[in-house]
Every structure is written in structure tokens, then in C-alpha cells.
């Protein structure tokens, strides 16, 4: 992949127009996008794409229609090793509960 530096340090663009990003070590801050953009993490050899604030309110909402318990969509985001809004820590089934609460008033 040709790695072309767009002035953030551990990110680039590549020939698809995706950004992509190096996974930050330790208690590092990574921000999850609103709207339609794409963004690739690398966790070691793997990369895995972020998905935005939508799209994990999409997932959020759809596996609860279906019967799903807070905890098993808190998994489930796990799984997808998707990042948190705030970027730090993992999904729990109580922010989960927060999030639904919060936007389905």
C-alpha cells in the first residue's frame, strides 16, 4: 500500500480514499466519526474498519428490534472491535441502555 502522510502522525490515505490509522497503545483517545466517513485501524496485521457514529446506532437499534439484550449488542460491538463514541475504555451493556434512552425519546 502506498502510504501517503496527510499530516496527522500514524495516518494516511491510501489509493481507495480511505483514511486509515494506526492504532494508538495505552489508554489513547480514538474518535469515532459521525456521518459517512471511513476509517481504517490496524491492530497489529489486522485492519479493521470504523464504523460511524450512525452506522453503530443503525447496529444499536437493529439488534434491539430484534430481541436483543443491551449486553448482547455491548458484545457484539466488542466482537466488531468497535470503538467507543469517547474512544476510550469498551461497550457495556449500560452505555448501551444510555444510548437507547437518549436517542429513542
Request: proline share 2%.
Amino acid at each position: 500500500m502506498d502510504k501517503k502522510e496527510n499530516g496527522n502522525e500514524g495516518t494516511w490515505r491510501d489509493g481507495s480514499g480511505e483514511e486509515n490509522v494506526n492504532l494508538p497503545s495505552g489508554d489513547e483517545k480514538v474518535n469515532v466519526l459521525s456521518g459517512d466517513e471511513k476509517v481504517n485501524v490496524s491492530f497489529g496485521d489486522e485492519k479493521v474498519n470504523i464504523l460511524s457514529r450512525d452506522e453503530i446506532m443503525s447496529i444499536i437499534n437493529g439488534m434491539r428490534k430484534n430481541g436483543a439484550t443491551f449486553d448482547q449488542v455491548a458484545l457484539h460491538l466488542v466482537e466488531l472491535k468497535q470503538p467507543t463514541f469517547s474512544g476510550r475504555g469498551e461497550w457495556h451493556a449500560q452505555t448501551i441502555h444510555r444510548l437507547c434512552s437518549k436517542y429513542n425519546q
